[in-house]
């Protein structure tokens, strides 16, 4: 079953907007990690933050992770064509034997 | 090269032909895992395996089977394919918690 679902499905801006995902998910977890996924690639680990976390950033991405409401953010700041992909988040629950659950991903496309 | 490849990337089939799928990892991690990836969802385990003595059942893991012929390789069979097995497959690494993916095998099942 899928534990994390992104919001939204899709979007669509231009370059140089900031791009903004959230995650939710449903029981409580280890660590949240975000992936991109270029057009029928493989996935690519961008960012991981532990549940003892509230902000990460790695160059222009920057993740919030709020417990409480069982949410996560992913922000990619002055977006570029090559940010165009599939992002996913994937959380590690505390009884997940170190298996990722996935969400269904939201699909970003930045515009030139 | 790569650190995690597959094989073959792209496969058509017929229904009920036995179907192997390959991955090797140069990256020495002990941990490996099968998804299967459908249009629009996120992936779904099929099988993982934490060292070549110990595989384990995935969410998805009916009509699929795996071997673990070494560290570097782990295998996944369909033994009699399906249409609805149609789907992108994707081979993984873990090491801590961060996995490492191959660049996936399109497997289509007429």
């Known amino acids: 079953s899928q534990q994390g679902e992104e919001d939204p499905q899709a979007l669509s801006i231009q370059e140089g907007e900031n791009a903004t995902m959230n995650c939710s998910y449903k029981?409580?977890?280890?660590?949240l990690q975000w992936y991109r996924q270029n057009s029928g690639r493989g996935l690519v680990h961008l960012i991981l933050?532990?549940?003892n976390e509230r902000e990460k950033h790695s160059g222009r991405l920057r993740v919030t992770l709020d417990t409480s409401k069982k949410s996560s953010s992913l922000l990619i700041t002055a977006s570029r064509a090559a940010d165009t992909a599939s992002y996913f988040c994937a959380t590690d629950g505390a009884d997940s034997n170190y298996q990722l659950i996935w969400g269904a991903g939201t699909k970003l496309i930045i515009k030139p | 090269d790569a650190d995690v490849t597959q094989t073959p990337r792209n496969r058509i089939t017929k229904t009920g032909k036995r179907i192997m799928l390959e991955c090797s990892q140069t990256?020495?991690?002990?941990?490996m895992y099968w998804y299967r990836q459908d249009p629009g969802l996120g992936l779904r385990l099929i099988y993982y395996?934490?060292?070549?003595?110990?595989?384990n059942k995935g969410e998805i893991s009916d009509g699929y089977s795996v071997s673990r012929q070494a560290q570097a390789k782990f295998s996944l069979s369909l033994e009699s394919a399906i249409p609805n097995q149609t789907a992108l497959y994707f081979c993984?690494?873990?090491?801590?918690?961060?996995?490492?993916f191959g660049p996936g095998t399109r497997l289509t099942v007429l």
């Open positions: 933050i532990r549940s």
């Open positions: 395996s934490f060292d070549v003595k110990d595989i």
């Open positions: 029981t409580s977890i280890n660590n």
């Open positions: 993984a690494t873990s090491y801590l918690n961060e996995q490492f």
């Open positions: 990256k020495g991690h002990d941990r």
